[in-house]
């Protein structure tokens, strides 16, 4: 991908490593170099053109999930309260004479 981009330069040499090992993703560092006036395009058309690349070969880029998990004694004092009907009437619909 890097390089079919016309803009990223072939010197000084781009390289692409494991930068971390996070807890929901295997984070991959790209380095690539381009003129200064065409960085951010750059930057933005390989990020895409990655993506893009990924998903091609059916490799899906996750969002964080979360489990969580109650211990037995906890989930017994969990209990949900249901609201009883208010006896009370809306102040709109009182007849009220002052």
Same mark, same amino acid.
């Given at each position: &991908?890097?390089? #079919? ?13 494991? !930068?971390?090992?996070? !807890? ?13 006036? #065409? +960085?951010? !395009? &750059?930057?933005?058309?390989?990020? +895409? ?10 490799? #899906? ?6 489990? &969580? ?13 249901? #609201?009883?009907p208010s006896s009370l009437t809306p102040?709109?619909?009182? !007849?009220?004479?002052?």
């Amino acid at each position: &991908v890097i390089r #079919e981009h016309p803009l990223a330069l072939r010197e000084p040499v781009p390289s692409v490593y494991v !930068d971390e090992l996070g !807890d929901n993703a295997v984070n991959i560092k790209v380095r690539v170099w381009a003129p200064s006036s #065409e +960085w951010w !395009d &750059v930057r933005t058309e390989l990020l +895409w053109t990655i993506k893009t690349e990924l998903e091609k070969n059916g490799i #899906e880029i996750p969002f964080p999930q979360r489990e &969580v998990w109650f211990r037995n004694e906890l989930a017994g004092r969990v209990s949900v309260r249901e #609201e009883k009907p208010s006896s009370l009437t809306p102040a709109g619909d009182r !007849d009220e004479t002052i």
